[in-house]
């Protein structure tokens, strides 16, 4: 199992990021998907799920109308989208998938949100 992070950086308040997820070995059309993030000194915590299929969304309160999940099972690969930052979303996020109640993670890409 593999998950690749890409698309953090540096951006002003209120602009935008798209976060990619590119998954290998594993059945990705089959397996919901989660973007969790950390910030620095805190606990990771989660940020938005994404069902099998796409059609059910889960987000967490500090994001939910900011934040998009989305996924393309034909290139598998799963996408958040990030409207409207704030410097509190400043933080490493992590793409993750629980399979067979084993967690995978990626990487992890750095986003910062500053002036």
């Known amino acids: 199992v593999q998950l690749v992070e890409s698309g953090g950086g540096l951006v002003q308040p209120g602009g935008s990021l798209r976060l990619s997820c590119a998954a290998s070995?594993?059945?990705?059309?089959?397996?919901?998907m989660n973007w969790y993030r950390q910030a620095a000194g805190k606990e990771r915590e989660f940020v938005a799920s994404?069902?099998?299929?796409?059609?059910?969304?889960v987000y967490a309160d500090s994001v939910k109308g900011r934040f998009t999940i989305s996924r393309e099972n034909a290139k598998n690969t799963v996408y958040l989208q990030m409207n409207s930052l704030k410097p509190e979303d400043t933080a490493t996020y992590y793409c993750?998938?629980?399979?067979?109640?084993?967690?995978?993670w990626g990487q992890g890409t750095q986003v910062a949100v500053s002036s």
């Open positions: 994404i069902s099998n299929t796409g059609t059910g969304t």
């Open positions: 070995g594993f059945a990705f059309s089959s397996s919901a």
């Open positions: 993750h998938a629980r399979l067979f109640q084993v967690n995978y």
